[in-house]
């Protein structure tokens, strides 16, 4: 088991509450930074949730411009989840709640120090 995520059912718990989002970017893809060296690309963009609740609705990060997304620097991910048919559920300290659901011609990586990479397909 690896010591930045808990295995639990269908899916992997990351242990990253005490990071913050340091850098993010969307163009050509989803780059995302955290402290301690910790990096997520993805080609699939996330979704922005307007709530937790279920069919809150929900915005593409596309449509959001970069001053919006980058309203996500220095939040910490106060939940993330990895599914394991790719999927990702986020939750940050600034009350954002995030989706990310990969297409089968997407892919993405997540890169922790000294860790082999978490990656889709």
Not at 94 to 102: C, D, I
């Given at each position: ?79 993330w989840a990895i599914f394991d ?37």
């Amino acid at each position: 088991m690896s010591e930045f995520y808990e295995t639990w059912e269908d899916r992997k718990i990351l242990q990253f509450r005490d990071l913050q989002v340091t850098h993010i970017a969307l163009h050509p893809k989803l780059v995302m930074k955290l402290t301690g060296g910790v990096s997520f690309e993805s080609t699939a963009l996330p979704l922005k949730k307007a709530s937790p609740a279920y069919g809150a609705p929900v915005t593409s990060f596309a449509e959001l411009s970069q001053r919006e997304v980058e309203g996500l620097i220095g939040a910490r991910p106060l939940s993330w989840a990895i599914f394991d048919d790719g999927d990702h559920r986020m939750v940050f300290s600034n009350k954002w709640h995030v989706l990310l659901a990969p297409g089968a011609d997407d892919s993405w990586e997540l890169q922790v120090p000294g860790e082999p990479p978490l990656t889709f397909p």
